[in-house]
């Protein structure tokens, strides 16, 4: 069966956005608005940029050296097999407009939370904002727009930049979590949750974020479908809403669904491109070890390396239902290039690979399957891995 289930969410929207040293060296800048940004006065705005390299050097700094400026945040990640160093560009994206209008900023930039070093396309993505009265402008510049400002800089003296940002909160909408479960024939209340989130950010066409984390989910769920007989337990395949803005569609889930819990055997989304899974973690009940190494044995010979001692977070929507007690999974995709597209109008079909796409359709088929046939449970029960973390 398919059906849905509301969520409401504020209604941003962009339609232009346009910036430019004007001086001492003029010259036009790659930008693109962020998520929840206020727009600029019509006409733009004008004002004198304060660099920073980091989020923690912005907090360090004197507010008056800041106030009624453009505050550019220049903090750079590297490629990483895990992605591990957006943790440092979705901080800045996210924390530093809102610490920047605290401290009376005029307006914000970044340099963009990617590692497309020579591309002049910026990475949109959401902010910390959340009441529209404490928003300013606020964008991200594309790598090398970055480095040239960076430049421009450093010599020392006064660089104006006009910034010219049409956006905002228009109102509110009402989408949906569009849910495909197939039930199971022994036990059809409990569930094995997997998924992907339905929105994307609109540069691009959003096929690695995160087209193909439905894709992955709903052909494993086809998978299991096309089998002799049912699985024992309900594999329930969720399309996520408005995950970009703020996992509204997770949050809608966990809450519509946090009494049930327990019933949610094992569960995890993707949500981190198409590229080959590598690696599996799992947040489970230290009896449930076994099984997870059971389904480890299964995917090895596709190339995923079982992680025993970190844990699995159930991907950025279940995320939600795992903070309840939802026993959750992590399987990595390979994310070395995926920041190279994330967020931007590069975010297109060609970036995926059918061969890898059809690894991860594999893994996740054998994993849910397994979960849903396995004798006992693994651990869900409410808040049951609130001090989830690595383990010795």
Not at 83 to 93: E, F, K, L, P, Q
Not at 323 to 348: E, I, P, V
Not at 359 to 374: C, D, K, L, P, T
Request: proline share 6%; glycine share 12%.
């Amino acid at each position: 069966k398919v059906y849905t289930e509301t969520v409401t969410y504020p209604l941003w929207e962009r339609r232009s956005e346009h910036a430019a040293i004007v001086g001492p060296f003029p010259q036009p800048l790659a930008v693109i608005a962020l998520g929840y940004s206020a727009g600029t006065p019509k006409g733009g705005l004008t004002a004198e940029v304060v660099k920073f390299d980091s989020l923690d050097a912005l907090k360090k700094a004197d507010p008056a050296s800041v106030k009624g400026k453009i505050v550019f945040v220049n903090a750079k990640m590297a490629r990483h097999r895990d992605g591990h160093d957006y943790g440092i560009g979705s901080a800045v994206r996210t924390g530093g407009p809102v610490l920047a209008s605290k401290m009376g900023a005029a307006a914000f930039l970044l340099r963009s939370a990617g590692t497309d070093e020579h591309s002049r396309t910026p990475h949109t993505g959401v902010t910390g904002f959340r009441d529209p009265k404490e928003a300013i402008p606020a964008a991200a510049l594309s790598l090398p727009d970055a480095d040239q400002l960076d430049r421009v800089l450093g010599y020392g003296k006064p660089v104006s930049i006009k910034l010219d940002l049409d956006c905002g909160i228009t109102g509110t909408y009402t989408g949906a979590n569009v849910i495909g479960e197939i039930t199971g024939k022994k036990y059809p209340d409990q569930i094995v949750p997997i998924g992907g989130h339905l929105d994307s950010w609109d540069p691009g066409t959003g096929a690695i974020d995160d087209g193909a984390g439905v894709a992955i989910a709903m052909a494993a769920g086809k998978m299991i479908l096309s089998l002799p007989q049912r699985p024992d337990r309900t594999i329930r395949v969720i399309a996520f809403a408005n995950e970009e803005m703020g996992l509204f569609g997770g949050r809608a889930y966990a809450d519509k669904h946090a009494s049930e819990v327990s019933k949610h055997q094992l569960g995890t989304e993707s949500d981190f491109g198409a590229r080959k899974i590598w690696r599996m973690t799992a947040s489970v009940k230290p009896s449930a070890r076994g099984a997870i190494e059971q389904i480890a044995k299964v995917i090895e010979p596709v190339g995923v390396a079982y992680d025993p001692q970190h844990p699995g977070g159930g991907g950025s929507d279940l995320s939600q239902m795992h903070a309840k007690g939802m026993a959750a999974l992590t399987l990595t995709q390979d994310g070395t290039d995926y920041f190279d597209y994330h967020h931007t109008a590069n975010d297109t079909l060609d970036k995926i690979d059918p061969r890898e796409l059809a690894q991860n359709v594999a893994v996740y088929a054998a994993f849910s399957y397994m979960a849903a046939q396995a004798d006992g449970d693994f651990g869900s029960a409410p808040d049951a891995f609130k001090n989830d973390g690595a383990r010795d």
